[in-house]
C-alpha cells in the first residue's frame, strides 16, 4: 500500500483534547477503510502565515499512514466537511522516516537548556548592528506651528 504524510489544522478555539480527538476520529477512518496510521503528533497551536476562516492561529496534528488512495480520499473528504477543520494536506511519500518529524526535533531543540555557543537569546537583534544615540532631529527648514497662528 502507498505511504502517505497528513497535516491537519483545526480551528484555534478547540481545546487540546479535542483536537487530539480530531486526530483519532481520523485516523480511525482510514482503518476502516482498510488503511494502518503508523504515527501521529500533536503540534500544539500555531501561528499561520496567513488568516483562514477569520483564524490567525490554528492547531497542528500530524500523522504518517499506510493506506490504500480510496481511503486517504474518504479521510480528506470527511475532513473537509468537518466544521472544527479548516484545511487538511496529504503527501505521498516513498519511505517513512524514523523518529519525531522536524517539527518535533525543533520543539526540543527549544525547550532544552540554553548554551551561551547556541547564539543570541529570542529577542535580541542578533547580527544587526547598535545604533547608538542618533542625537536630536534635524531642523527641517518647515514653519513652525506655533507661528502661523
Known amino acids: ?18 483536537a487530539e480527538g480530531l486526530v483519532e476520529h481520523f485516523s480511525s477512518v482510514l482503518t476502516d477503510n482498510g488503511g494502518t496510521v503508523v504515527g501521529t503528533e500533536y503540534w500544539g497551536v500555531k501561528t499561520m502565515a496567513y488568516k483562514i476562516n477569520k483564524n490567525r492561529k490554528g492547531h497542528y496534528a500530524f500523522f504518517r499512514t499506510d493506506a490504500p488512495s480510496a481511503a486517504v480520499l474518504e479521510m480528506e473528504r470527511l475532513a473537509r466537511l468537518h466544521d472544527d477543520v479548516m484545511r487538511v494536506l496529504s503527501v505521498k511519500v516513498d519511505t517513512h522516516e524514523e523518529g519525531p518529524s522536524v517539527q518535533m526535533q525543533k520543539r526540543d531543540e ?40
Open 1 to 18: 500500500m502507498p505511504l502517505y504524510e497528513h497535516v491537519l489544522i483545526a480551528r484555534q478555539d478547540l481545546s487540546s483534547a479535542q
Open 110 to 149: 527549544r525547550d532544552g537548556p540554553r548554551d551561551s555557543r547556541d547564539g543570541p537569546p529570542r529577542g535580541d537583534r542578533g547580527d544587526r548592528p547598535d545604533r547608538g544615540d542618533r542625537g536630536d532631529r534635524p531642523d527641517r527648514g518647515g514653519f513652525d506651528r506655533r507661528e502661523r497662528r
